[in-house]
Nanobody
Framework: QVQLVESGGGLVQPGGSLRLSCAAS????????MGWYRQAPGKQRELVAI???????NYLDSVKGRFTISRDSAKNTVYLQMNSLKPEDTAVYSC????????????WGQGTQVTVSS
């Protein structure tokens, strides 16, 4: 079955950059929309960025111009490049795969912690 494993989280100073990776166990990008979510303490989980099976991307307004979602089909990996990081970006970031033809079929990674602090 499809499994997702995130990596790349850590501690970074404000204004710094991180690149998160989400490795899938199989070739899924032609069938699954891919997304990055985040959840900070005391807040609801929110969708940060998505890339659909057609390659269309969408972003949370607060990260537009700073974050970029991309994928490498040969490596079965989706990335989230995060630049100009702010303390309010601190959260657990999780990778999500959603079957494009049945939205109820979703797969989640275990999550990776991103902390932006001086």
């Amino acid at each position: 079955q499809v499994q997702l494993v995130e990596s790349g989280g850590g501690l970074v100073q404000p204004g710094g950059s991180l690149r998160l990776s989400c490795a899938a166990s199989g070739s899924i990008f032609s069938s699954y929309d891919m997304g990055w979510y985040r959840q900070a303490p005391g807040k609801q989980r929110e969708l940060v960025a998505i890339i659909t099976i057609t390659g269309r991307t969408n972003y949370l307004d607060s990260v537009k111009g700073r974050f970029t979602i991309s994928r490498d089909s040969a490596k079965n990996t989706v990335y989230l490049q995060m630049n100009s990081l702010k303390p309010e970006d601190t959260a657990v970031y999780s990778c999500n795969a959603r079957f494009a033809y049945r939205a109820s079929l979703q797969i989640w990674g275990q999550g990776t912690q991103v902390t932006v602090s001086s």
